[in-house]
């Protein structure tokens, strides 16, 4: 049943061809981005806000998927904010890049029926500044811009299938998910949209410190 080397326009395996990914919780990822996204890294790793959170369909229910995440600089630069005008002002060349590493789904390997029976959230990603991290978070450096990718690789019982590791995933991005790596959230209005809309921000509304 295995389909040969030219596997549709794309060369994609059929197992992953038709694999499609719809973000949940988008108009909330919208209202962010439209004020500029800002997502908090800490030393000890911090989970984001809004999490990333999607709905497969088109995978093969009886076989089994790896699903993962990455994250790519979005261009060369650092930046600063300048709350006079509200605005992030490019500040200079990026730093060198963190060590490129991936989070796996806790859940993988796992099979297309059950990744497509509920939302698929990376609820248990953290991100740290801590370019000597050993808990395997995702490593980036502050006032750094970046894009979360998710990939669904698909696990090739062949003995060979390292020989077709390429056709054998799929990448999504969604532009509305670009964010600033921060230490401390730099525009108010992203403060106070973090607050209203997370459940764990509790303590914030109640007026105690973050704990």
């Known amino acids: 049943g295995w389909a040969g ?9 059929q197992r992953v061809c038709h694999a499609a990914a719809r973000l949940e919780m988008g108009s909330l990822w919208e209202e962010f981005n439209r ?29 089994d998927y790896v699903l993962l995440m990455d994250f790519i600089p979005l261009d060369d630069k650092r930046y600063r904010y300048a709350f006079h005008s509200s605005s992030w002002l490019a500040a200079g060349r990026a730093e060198p ?4 590493r991936v989070h796996f789904h806790p859940d993988s390997p796992a099979k297309g029926a059950q990744w497509m029976r509920q939302i698929v959230s990376f609820d248990k990603l953290k991100l740290t500044n801590n370019l000597l991290d050993d808990n395997g978070h995702i490593i980036l450096n502050s006032m ?17 299938s390292e020989r077709f590791a390429h056709q054998n995933f799929k990448s999504f991005s969604f532009p509305e998910t670009q964010f600033m790596a ?4 730099q525009n108010h209005r992203i403060t106070q949209l973090k607050i209203a809309s997370n459940p764990f921000a509790k303590g914030f509304r109640d007026g105690d410190p973050e704990p």
């Open 182 to 185: 921060v230490t401390a959230y």
């Open 144 to 160: 750094h811009r970046y894009q979360p990718r998710f990939h669904v690789v698909f696990v090739d019982p062949r003995r060979d």
């Open 5 to 13: 080397e030219g596997t549709g326009a794309s060369g994609k395996n």
């Open 35 to 63: 004020l500029g996204t800002e997502m908090i890294v800490t030393k000890a790793g911090r989970r984001m806000f809004p999490t990333f959170q999607v709905k497969l369909s088109g995978l093969d229910p009886l076989a």
């Open 97 to 100: 890049a963190a060590p490129g």
